[in-house]
């Protein structure tokens, strides 16, 4: 991929990442949600990972959020106004967050494999939804049927959580 | 040229806006959303080193992607578990703001 996608897609990645924390309105939030998702696809796909970009597509961009789109309108939050901020929470909770920005950087900076190029692949050989398919069912099967049970523990617990009791 | 320490880069400073949300913003739906973007940043790094270990026959590292489709299946299942939390809590205190729901603090 060009260098001029990469930071075109990273940038739509981030810039939508920022506006769902800035957005007040929490439907914006969740449409730029979206957006940083899609954006996050097409990395993946820049990377050769056309599975997971597809499945990020599915799962976050469809399903994720029409729930989180679902939940919003079933609340019918508003958007919060006029509230005031509480100055030096926020200021800390910045803090801490540019804090471990300025480490991550700085590990990346001296993490000498971290300035090297991606070794090129053979073309035309990423047959990749076999190959995760065959690591997924070869190497991982048992932690795979302990992700099958996890959902339906989900499932379970999502209906008993959502019943209303009798009173 | 793209370097890997470009894709750490973007994968790090998602995470911060991700945690710079959670510790900013008092709506509990808008911190399971900034919960997602942290996952999704790992998931980033994860498969840019998926890529960078490229094998003998030529492929990249599929492990690590297997590893990014559990993460997919436990934040969605995460996700929906979450959000009936949220709408539970909703109905007993008719609020989503982390500042009314206080009662376990210490």
């Known amino acids: 991929m060009s260098p001029f996608l990469f930071w075109i897609f990273a940038l739509v990645t981030l810039i939508f990442g920022a506006a769902v924390v800035i957005n007040r309105n929490p439907v914006a939030s969740a449409l730029s949600l979206v957006m940083s998702f899609l954006g996050l696809a097409a990395l993946f796909m820049s990377l050769n990972a056309y599975f997971i970009g597809i499945i990020q597509v599915l799962v976050y961009a469809g399903a994720v959020m029409v729930l989180f789109l679902f939940i919003i309108m079933l609340l019918d939050l508003r958007a919060e106004e006029g509230r005031q901020i509480n100055w030096l929470a926020s200021a800390a909770g910045l803090a801490v967050?540019?804090?471990?920005?300025?480490?991550?950087?700085?590990?990346?900076?001296?993490?000498?494999?971290?300035?090297?190029?991606?070794?090129?692949?053979?073309?035309?050989?990423?047959?990749?939804?076999?190959?995760?398919?065959?690591?997924?069912?070869?190497?991982?099967?048992?932690?795979?049927?302990?992700?099958?049970?996890?959902?339906?523990?989900?499932t379970i617990g999502v209906v008993l959580l959502s019943k209303r009791e009798p009173r | 040229m793209i370097t890997l320490g470009d894709y750490l880069i973007v994968s790090g400073i998602l995470f911060a806006i991700g945690f710079a949300g959670v510790m900013l913003r008092r709506n509990l739906i808008i911190i399971l959303?900034?919960?997602?973007?942290?996952?999704?940043?790992?998931?980033?790094s994860l498969v840019a080193f998926s890529r960078f270990r490229v094998d003998s026959r030529g492929l990249p590292n599929y492990n690590a992607q297997v590893f990014v489709f559990f993460v997919i299946t436990v934040a969605a299942a995460e996700v929906a578990v979450g959000l009936a939390i949220i709408v539970a809590l909703y109905r007993a205190r008719r609020t989503t703001d982390v500042k009314n729901i206080s009662s376990l603090k210490f």
């Open chain 1, 97 to 154: 967050a540019i804090i471990l920005l300025g480490q991550i950087f700085s590990v990346v900076r001296h993490f000498t494999i971290a300035h090297k190029a991606f070794p090129p692949l053979p073309a035309s050989t990423i047959d990749d939804v076999r190959n995760i398919g065959a690591t997924l069912f070869g190497s991982y099967n048992l932690p795979f049927q302990i992700v099958g049970v996890l959902v339906l523990v989900a």
């Open chain 2, 33 to 44: 959303m900034s919960l997602e973007l942290m996952l999704n940043a790992a998931n980033l």
